[in-house]
Nanobody, 131 residues
């Protein structure tokens, strides 16, 4: 059964930090590409970061959108089937609904994430950054 449950969103002032969590079912998590997307009102959904759960190349295949490089960190806990997004130095433009997404399983993450690759989505968690 596919299950993705996000948590950790909230409101913070610019410069602050938040950590999002995405708890997945074992079926969804194992040998899969998981990622975070975000969508602000009136804007398209944007891929923020992706990670392959069986990647042991010291993060060499992790993807970050240019807008978050150096500020956000995606990580995983294979014992808990959970992916995290640590967000530091938050900016007002980071305000959006953040979604956890899972790929079809058994495939590496695409070089550039697209919504169409990820067939499974969480319910979303709101992040609001005030100036």
């Amino acid at each position: 059964q596919v299950q993705l449950v996000e948590s950790g969103g909230g409101s913070v002032q610019a410069g602050g930090s938040l950590r999002l969590s995405c708890a997945a079912s074992r079926y969804t998590y194992s040998s899969n590409c998981l990622g975070w997307f975000r969508q602000a009102p009136g804007k398209e959904r944007e891929g923020v970061a992706t990670i392959y759960t069986d990647d042991y190349t010291d993060g060499g295949r992790i993807y970050y959108a240019d807008s978050v490089k150096g500020r956000f960190t995606i990580s995983r806990d294979n014992d808990k089937n959970t992916v995290y997004l640590q967000m530091n130095s938050l900016k007002p433009e980071d305000t959006a609904m953040y979604y956890c997404a899972a790929g079809p399983g058994g495939r590496w993450c695409p070089r550039y994430p697209t919504s169409s690759f990820f067939g499974y989505w969480g319910q979303g968690t709101q992040v609001t950054v005030s100036s």
